[in-house]
């Protein structure tokens, strides 16, 4: 049987006595299980959720980051595209990182939350448990046998005081948004899996809302627009194969697919960058 925390909200101040915005206070419910939903069609890709996340968490700057932005670019003209994620920790109903972890993961009852045994931050199990994770969702310091790892907690520390996560919070498009999963399935539907994440085997507590397909605003033909920008005169056609020139051979975009798996301290670095 489910039961309900009740906290009471305080006002704080910033620099200069400058009466700082105050969070709503949140009655959240214990002994269920809380998630996430993330609407792609929102997201730009500002990163301000994962620096929220670090802020909030005392992270250094580096590769400790459990709220991670990702962009995939598609194509080529006419048809470019761009589409984010925001990944963290799911808190899955059935997380197979827990048993690869050995102890060093826990399952919360609260709020459902999994979260690492602060004594066993440094164990090499959590090298294991990333690899099971098909999230990636654990980041780690440094490649060091013993580095300390680091993942999202759902912020139950702030749970607990009444407040949403910090990632909810930060996002300045709305595209995120935390409840109970039968209140974000209620809300926004059950689709679990959008676009180049993996299959939703370990019953992840997140709903997606996938991205809005590129449409064209303003009709034009494309073909006819290759054609008039290939032709130079009596100079060589620019794309003289048309279009089938365009195509971007595989490798040569740095952000042309998904890389969600842990891989080391440079790979997380690399492909987490902002995409400018």
């Given at each position: 049987?489910?039961?309900?925390?009740?906290?009471?909200?305080?006002?704080?101040?910033?620099?200069?006595?400058?009466?700082?915005?105050?969070?709503?206070?949140?009655?959240?419910?214990?002994?269920?299980?809380?998630?996430?939903?993330?609407?792609?069609?929102?997201?730009?890709?500002?990163?301000?959720?994962?620096?929220?996340?670090?802020?909030?968490?005392?992270?250094?700057?580096?590769?400790?980051?459990?709220?991670?932005?990702?962009a995939v670019e598609t194509g080529s003209w006419p048809n470019v595209g761009v589409e984010f994620y925001c990944i963290s920790c799911y808190h899955c109903a059935n997380p197979t990182c827990i048993p690869a972890a050995n102890g060093a993961l826990i399952k919360e009852p609260k709020y459902g939350a999994v979260l690492i045994d602060p004594k066993q931050a440094t164990s090499e199990n959590l090298k294991a448990a990333v690899a099971a994770c098909p999230y990636?969702?654990?980041?780690?310091?440094?490649?060091?046998?013993?580095?300390?790892?680091?993942?999202?907690?759902?912020?139950?520390?702030?749970?607990?005081?009444?407040?949403?996560?910090?990632?909810?919070?930060?996002?300045?498009?709305?595209?995120?948004?935390?409840?109970?999963?039968?209140?974000?399935?209620?809300?926004?539907?059950?689709?679990?899996?959008?676009?180049?994440?993996?299959?939703?085997?370990?019953?992840?507590?997140?709903?997606?809302?996938?991205?809005?397909?590129?449409?064209?605003?303003?009709?034009?033909?494309?073909?006819?627009?290759?054609?008039?920008?290939?032709?130079?005169?009596?100079?060589?056609?620019?794309?003289?194969?048309?279009?089938?020139?365009?195509?971007?051979?595989?490798?040569?975009?740095?952000?042309?697919?998904?890389?969600?798996?842990?891989?080391?301290?440079?790979?997380?670095?690399?492909?987490?960058?902002?995409?400018?």
């Amino acid at each position: 049987m489910s039961s309900t925390t009740t906290t009471t909200s305080t006002t704080s101040t910033i620099v200069g006595q400058v009466p700082a915005p105050t969070e709503p206070t949140i009655t959240f419910q214990t002994g269920v299980q809380y998630g996430f939903f993330f609407d792609q069609s929102r997201c730009w890709g500002c990163h301000a959720c994962s620096v929220a996340c670090k802020d909030w968490n005392m992270l250094p700057a580096g590769p400790l980051k459990p709220m991670r932005t990702f962009a995939v670019e598609t194509g080529s003209w006419p048809n470019v595209g761009v589409e984010f994620y925001c990944i963290s920790c799911y808190h899955c109903a059935n997380p197979t990182c827990i048993p690869a972890a050995n102890g060093a993961l826990i399952k919360e009852p609260k709020y459902g939350a999994v979260l690492i045994d602060p004594k066993q931050a440094t164990s090499e199990n959590l090298k294991a448990a990333v690899a099971a994770c098909p999230y990636g969702a654990i980041s780690f310091d440094s490649d060091a046998i013993d580095s300390t790892a680091f993942k999202c907690n759902m912020c139950i520390d702030r749970l607990d005081a009444g407040k949403n996560p910090s990632c909810v919070m930060a996002c300045p498009a709305r595209a995120m948004d935390f409840d109970t999963m039968a209140n974000l399935q209620k809300k926004y539907g059950n689709v679990q899996q959008i676009g180049e994440l993996p299959a939703p085997t370990t019953q992840p507590s997140v709903v997606f809302k996938a991205r809005i397909p590129k449409s064209q605003v303003v009709p034009y033909d494309a073909n006819a627009a290759i054609t008039l920008w290939s032709t130079r005169g009596s100079l060589p056609a620019v794309l003289p194969g048309g279009a089938a020139d365009l195509n971007i051979p595989s490798g040569t975009v740095r952000f042309e697919k998904l890389h969600l798996a842990w891989n080391g301290v440079d790979d997380e670095q690399l492909y987490t960058a902002d995409v400018d």
